[in-house]
Every structure is written in structure tokens, then in C-alpha cells.
């Protein structure tokens, strides 16, 4: 079952100083985090900022170039989590006929709040999500890391994102 999320915020990692998107269902009663790259959470943030720069960034050419062909953006759809790499769908409408795009959470998720296009999440990657091993040969240190990290990003709300600077 697909559910429709947002984009809560950004924040950072605070052991690997990567940045996380956290997603959550419209009644804040779920949550799934997703480690990107600096650039694509840059391109999140600044859509979610509503910040314009004088010459388009790659997700806002990629959005103009949609819109200037007649292509919409219908929603994306985080649907699969295998080893510990999230995989997701950008669904397209262009003169009634529909395209399926795989794309990076990440990506998707840059076009989508461009597009303002819906974000759904799998239930059942929400539940992978809850098991992800971050390191595969884990110390006892980086078990306890592991545990609060989770306990972490289980209790954030929404306040405590702030705004995300570039």
C-alpha cells in the first residue's frame, strides 16, 4: 500500500555529517530518513526555501524542460529498499500517455516538490526502513551509534529541523 507523505526537513547525520531527508505521512505518524548527497539535499532545500538563482539548477531545468514539452509530473513513488539503497519512480503524463522514470529518492524527491507532485512511500519500505543496517560489520560502540541514531530520528519533529542552510 502506498502512503502519501511530505517532506519534513533536512538535517544531518550527526556521525557521518551526511545529510538526511526525512519524509512523513500526512498525519506525522510515520517516518522514513534517507541519507543523500550534499547536492541533491541543496536542491531540496532550496526548492523548500523557495530560493531562485539567476541561471537554473539542474532539477529546475529538468522541471522547465517537462513543462516546455507538456510533460507533468503526476507524483513519485518511493518503492523499493535493497541493500541499504533506496529506489524510486518519478510517474509521468504527456498527451494522455503514461511514462515511468527510475530515478534516486533524492532526485524525485527535487523534482516533486518542483512539480508539486505527490510523494508516496511503499509501506513496505517503510517497514525495510526500520531494519536498514547502516554498516554491515558493526563494533559494539557503533551498535550503541546505531541505536541512538535511530532513537534520534524517531523523535524529531518537525520544529527541530529550523531552516537548512546551503
Same mark, same amino acid.
Given at each position: 500500500?502506498?502512503?502519501?507523505?511530505?517532506?519534513?526537513?533536512?538535517?544531518?547525520?550527526?556521525?557521518?555529517?551526511?545529510?538526511?531527508?526525512?519524509?512523513?505521512?500526512?498525519?506525522?505518524?510515520?517516518?522514513?530518513? =534517507?541519507? !543523500?548527497? &550534499?547536492?541533491?539535499?541543496?536542491? /531540496?532545500?532550496?526548492?523548500?526555501?523557495? $530560493?531562485?538563482? @539567476? *541561471?537554473?539548477?539542474?532539477?529546475?531545468?529538468?522541471?522547465?524542460?517537462?513543462?516546455?514539452?507538456?510533460?507533468?509530473?503526476?507524483?513519485?513513488?518511493?518503492?523499493?529498499?535493497?541493500?541499504?539503497?533506496?529506489?524510486?519512480?518519478?510517474?509521468?503524463?504527456?498527451?494522455?500517455?503514461?511514462?515511468?522514470?527510475?530515478?534516486?529518492?533524492?532526485?524525485? =524527491?527535487? !523534482?516533486? &516538490?518542483?512539480?508539486?507532485?505527490? /510523494?508516496?512511500?511503499?509501506?513496505?519500505? $517503510?517497514?525495510? @526502513? *526500520?531494519?536498514?543496517?547502516?554498516?554491515?560489520?558493526?563494533?559494539?560502540?557503533?551498535?550503541?551509534?546505531?541505536?541512538?541514531?535511530?532513537?534520534?530520528?524517531?523523535?524529531?519533529?518537525?520544529?527541530?529541523?529550523?531552516?537548512?542552510?546551503?
Amino acid at each position: 500500500m502506498l502512503i502519501k507523505m511530505k517532506v519534513s526537513g533536512l538535517t544531518i547525520d550527526p556521525l557521518t555529517n551526511t545529510p538526511i531527508v526525512i519524509l512523513k505521512d500526512m498525519q506525522e505518524k510515520k517516518a522514513i530518513p =534517507i541519507w !543523500i548527497g &550534499l547536492f541533491e539535499a541543496s536542491a /531540496i532545500a532550496t526548492e523548500m526555501e523557495k $530560493i531562485s538563482f @539567476s *541561471r537554473p539548477m539542474t532539477h529546475d531545468l529538468l522541471t522547465d524542460i517537462l513543462r516546455i514539452l507538456e510533460v507533468e509530473v503526476t507524483k513519485i513513488e518511493i518503492n523499493d529498499l535493497r541493500n541499504n539503497t533506496f529506489f524510486a519512480n518519478i510517474y509521468l503524463v504527456r498527451e494522455g500517455k503514461s511514462l515511468v522514470i527510475d530515478s534516486r529518492p533524492s532526485d524525485a =524527491i527535487a !523534482i516533486a &516538490l518542483r512539480a508539486n507532485a505527490p /510523494i508516496f512511500v511503499d509501506d513496505k519500505v $517503510i517497514e525495510k @526502513s *526500520r531494519n536498514v543496517d547502516f554498516g554491515s560489520k558493526l563494533t559494539d560502540i557503533d551498535k550503541f551509534k546505531d541505536e541512538k541514531l535511530k532513537e534520534f530520528l524517531e523523535n524529531l519533529s518537525p520544529e527541530d529541523f529550523g531552516k537548512y542552510k546551503m
